[in-house]
């Protein structure tokens, strides 16, 4: 997806919560973050993909739980003391997206925004909206419709 479907906040910037998922950096639109969770304990979902790690009760509320390295094909995120679920809506629900770690927050020009390549570090590119190069690193900028698509 082009950089400009990207939600801007008014101006050409858009703020984003940075993560890791393996050795890959990646990036969502703060707008589509509603919590950032401290891993807990799961209750597993038989027949459920591989990428499902299972279901949580948050607060009242049943949510299924996304492993973000089995979902882009890296291998399960081990759960550490830095592991984190990133909550996000999707429909009528939140879903949780286990990640490595959450490391900031930052802001970036929508205009600096580069397009996705086929592959990002033997990731699909169909999971990325865009590419952004930071200071240290390249970050890749997660669509989360692709990756909570698992029909496409």
């Given at each position: 997806?082009?950089?400009?479907?990207?939600?801007?906040?008014?101006?050409?910037?858009?703020?984003?919560?940075?993560?890791?998922?393996?050795?890959?950096?990646?990036?969502?639109?703060?707008?589509?973050?509603?919590?950032?969770s401290a891993m807990r304990p799961l209750t597993k979902?038989?027949?459920?993909?591989?990428?499902?790690?299972?279901?949580?009760?948050?607060?009242?509320?049943?949510?299924?739980?996304?492993?973000?390295?089995?979902?882009?094909?890296?291998?399960?995120?081990?759960?550490?003391?830095?592991?984190?679920?990133?909550?996000?809506?999707?429909?009528?629900?939140?879903?949780?997206?286990?990640?490595?770690?959450?490391?900031?927050?930052?802001?970036?020009?929508?205009?600096?925004?580069?397009?996705?390549?086929?592959?990002?570090?033997?990731?699909?590119?169909?999971?990325?909206?865009?590419?952004?190069?930071?200071?240290?690193?390249?970050?890749?900028?997660?669509?989360?419709?692709?990756?909570?698509?698992?029909?496409?």
């Amino acid at each position: 997806m082009a950089a400009s479907t990207l939600q801007s906040t008014g101006t050409s910037e858009i703020e984003l919560t940075v993560f890791t998922v393996g050795d890959l950096v990646c990036a969502m639109e703060n707008l589509r973050v509603r919590e950032i969770s401290a891993m807990r304990p799961l209750t597993k979902v038989h027949h459920a993909p591989a990428a499902v790690r299972g279901v949580v009760n948050l607060r009242g509320q049943i949510m299924t739980v996304i492993d973000l390295g089995e979902r882009f094909g890296t291998g399960e995120v081990p759960i550490d003391r830095r592991t984190r679920i990133l909550v996000v809506p999707w429909g009528e629900e939140d879903v949780g997206l286990v990640v490595d770690s959450v490391e900031d927050v930052m802001a970036a020009r929508v205009s600096e925004i580069e397009p996705t390549p086929s592959n990002i570090s033997g990731v699909s590119g169909k999971f990325f909206r865009g590419i952004l190069k930071s200071e240290n690193d390249l970050v890749a900028i997660v669509d989360v419709d692709a990756l909570l698509d698992f029909e496409g």
